[in-house]
């Protein structure tokens, strides 16, 4: 069983960044694929970003290809969100997952762990 704790979440302005975090425990963490996703009021979960168990491989949504880094630190558990040029359609909470089904899912249903999720608020 593998526990999420996201973090890093806030209030920003169109165009700034934000990080964002996620500690994994209770699992071996280099042995799954991570993956963000987010959820704004009133719409579906929607994939964001993965990445590898050894982090050589990423794969983006479009809607975020260019501005949001995914990246992890196997040595610290944990898996991280670099976001930029934030726009207010980014505004979602925002929820890391793991996997081990594969990798470049963007499919929230072939994600067995989640977090609780961190809100970003982008004002225009």
Not at 98 to 124: C, E, F, I, M, P
Request: charged residues 15%; aromatic residues 12%; contains cysteine.
């Amino acid at each position: 069983q593998v526990q999420l704790v996201e973090s890093g979440g806030g209030l920003v302005q169109a165009g700034g960044s934000l990080r964002l975090s996620c500690a994994a425990s209770g699992g071996t963490f280099s042995s799954y694929a991570m993956g963000w996703f987010r959820q704004a009021p009133g719409k579906e979960r929607e994939f964001v970003a993965t990445i590898s168990w050894s982090g050589g491989s990423t794969y983006y949504a479009d809607s975020v290809k260019g501005r949001f880094t995914i990246s992890r630190d196997n040595a610290k558990n944990t898996v991280y969100l670099q976001t930029t040029s934030l726009k207010p359609d980014d505004t979602a909470v925002y929820y890391c997952a793991a996997t081990n089904r594969g990798l470049k899912l963007a499919v929230a249903s072939l994600y067995d762990y989640w977090g609780q999720g961190t809100q970003v608020t982008v004002s225009s």
